[in-house]
């Protein structure tokens, strides 16, 4: 496909739009520059943010300008989430710190050779910090219509659950000045962003009419559900985090890798940038030989080197392999290792409150991997208990330090796919 709107409608990333054929015929015509936001009210990004990121590489490699922008200064208040509360404001130099790092995580994936497509990140700090309150009601807040802004649905549910303060609910305008300030300094034409997101996306659409005249365009992405209609990372604790220090490469990949039989069509689509004939065949494959989980490999290979690149994905894969017995566990180096003892079932042992090295029997009821001691020495005897890929002959085996991953772990197997780990301290 050379039309990126057809590409974009057959991977299923346009869930609303301003005037389609006139964005069309305006991407048609030359280089159009574009915008997605990121706000610091996290210290990190995660696959929602992804994908806004990928539509925005996908607009570069049509030939087309993006522009990231992060928002050092609507950080420091945050958007009206779906949530019935206010948000917690950020010390400011928490939210300057998450600046910088989604900065870099916003830049990972946008291409700054310069030349007319070369990307941008800037923040809206820029043009907001200095910005008085005189100016902002004279200049910006008389082209919002307050029964405009009451119609939004994220204000109108806040309204309905127990009220909004100023500051959250002056956050569109903030937003729409954004665009309004990089139509200025850039010609940005076009803003990207999240369907929860559309209000803020027209309001800026709306000023820049009002202030200028001119015409400029918002596409919003669907938000990316489960086949239940469920987000991913509903809750803290689920969140798929894009940065190594919040999330381990190792649970990244097996995220990709777990996901089920009806997630992976649409998964391919919006987050693979392979063509749409190879995902197309690589549909067709899924669907005739689904236990071979080909689809599930290749998304969880793209995507994990798309973010952490090559030779992460080819540590994690070792590890992977290596849990169930098909590579070596003293390659792993630590930080591995213990990513991927905490991806599967696992226990700390204490060896001072247990007065010593206890046998392997004993760490497999510890790990969970049997019911029981008896049920251990059952499957020690009937040769299916491995410690670090090794058979366990002995039902009274105790590990030797010298067995000890890093001095720490150890890992345990029952038959061929239940496996545990055990730290040591």
């Not at 907001?128 to 008389?142: C, W």
């Not at 995902?279 to 989980?293: D, K, V």
Request: aromatic share 6%.
């Amino acid at each position: 496909m050379t039309d990126i709107i057809d590409e974009l409608a057959w991977r299923g990333l346009i869930a609303v739009s301003t005037d389609v054929d006139d964005l069309r015929k305006a991407l048609d015509t030359g280089v159009v520059t574009c915008y997605g936001g990121f706000d610091p009210t996290a210290p990190g990004l995660h696959i929602g943010n992804l994908v806004l990121l990928l539509t925005m590489r996908r607009f570069q490699q049509a030939g087309h300008r993006p522009v990231g922008l992060v928002g050092g200064a609507t950080g420091l208040i945050g958007d009206p989430s779906g949530k019935s509360v206010e948000r917690v404001l950020n010390p400011r130099d928490v939210v300057a710190g998450w600046v910088e790092r989604i900065r870099a995580e916003v830049e990972h994936y946008l291409d700054f050779t310069p030349g007319p497509t070369g990307a941008i990140v800037v923040s809206n700090l820029e043009w907001t910090e200095h910005l008085s309150a005189l100016d902002f009601l004279r200049d910006i807040g008389k082209h919002f219509p307050v029964n405009q802004m009451l119609s939004r649905e994220v204000v109108r549910a806040r309204l309905e659950a127990g009220g909004i303060t100023y500051t959250e609910f002056s956050y569109q305008i903030l937003q729409a000045n954004d665009f309004l300030q990089l139509h200025d300094r850039y010609d940005c034409t076009l803003q990207l962003g999240g369907s929860d997101q559309w209000g803020n996306l027209v309001s800026g659409v709306d000023l820049i009419r009002r202030v200028t005249g001119d015409t400029v365009h918002a596409l919003a992405t669907p938000l990316i559900t489960k086949p239940d209609g469920t987000k991913y990372g509903k809750t803290e604790a689920e969140t798929v985090w894009l940065s190594q220090d919040l999330m381990s490469s190792y649970a990244f990949y097996q995220f990709w890798l777990n996901r089920a039989d009806a997630e992976v069509p649409g998964l391919l689509r919006v987050f693979s940038f392979r063509s749409p004939a190879e995902i197309e065949e690589l549909e067709r494959e899924h669907a005739g030989r689904p236990a071979a989980r080909l689809a599930q490999r290749l998304l969880a290979e793209e995507i994990t080197t798309l973010v952490h690149g090559a030779a992460e994905l080819a540590r994690v894969q070792a590890a992977s392999e290596a849990l169930f017995g098909d590579g070596d566990l003293r390659a792993l180096d630590a930080a591995t290792l213990a990513a991927a003892v905490a991806e599967i079932p696992s226990a700390e042992v204490d060896r001072a409150a247990t007065g010593g090295m206890p046998s392997v029997a004993d760490l497999m009821v510890a790990c969970g991997i049997v019911a029981s001691k008896s049920a251990a020495r059952r499957a020690i005897i009937e040769g299916g208990a491995y410690l670090n890929n090794e058979r366990v002959t002995n039902v009274d085996a105790v590990p030797a330090a010298t067995d000890l991953l890093h001095g720490e772990f150890l890992l345990l197997r029952r038959g061929r796919r239940t496996v545990a780990g055990v730290r040591l301290r």
